[in-house]
Nanobody
Framework: VQLQASGGGLVQAGDSPRLSCAASGGTFSAYAVGWFRQAPGKEREFVSA????????YYVGSVKGRFTISRDNAKNTVYLQMNSLKPEDTAVYYC?????????????????WGQGTQVTVSS
């Protein structure tokens, strides 16, 4: 499975961009997908995840109520709608396919990773 993340860029605080994660080369619809982010000088952290059907979603506390994850399996794409962005949301955002067992919020069950898209939020 190859993943292509897009939709990042330089935005203003309060803006609402949407990230996309497009997949190819595998049975994308059979797997949960997660978004992680890594800010400069910090470890990669879990942001959000969605089950294969879209019926279950997960968020880190700092984005709950501001970000919404969704998927369109017909288009092999997962989205991350980000609202009310803050400067502390600045990071490289990665999408990944979860193929293993374990918590959705840890990176170990995720095998296939996209290249990341930079989101920079100016105040």
């Amino acid at each position: 499975v190859q993943l292509q993340a897009s939709g990042g860029g330089l935005v203003q605080a309060g803006d609402s961009p949407r990230l996309s994660c497009a997949a190819s080369g595998g049975t994308f619809s059979a797997y949960a997908v997660g978004w992680f982010r890594q800010a400069p000088g910090k470890e990669r952290e879990f942001v959000s995840a969605i089950s294969w059907s879209g019926g279950n979603t997960y968020y880190v506390g700092s984005v709950k109520g501001r970000f919404t994850i969704s998927r369109d399996n017909a288009k092999n794409t997962v989205y991350l709608q980000m609202n009310s962005l803050k400067p502390e949301d600045t990071a490289v955002y990665y999408c990944a396919v979860r193929v293993g067992s374990g918590p959705y919020t840890t990176s170990s069950p995720y095998r296939y990773w996209g290249q990341g898209t930079q989101v920079t939020v100016s105040s």
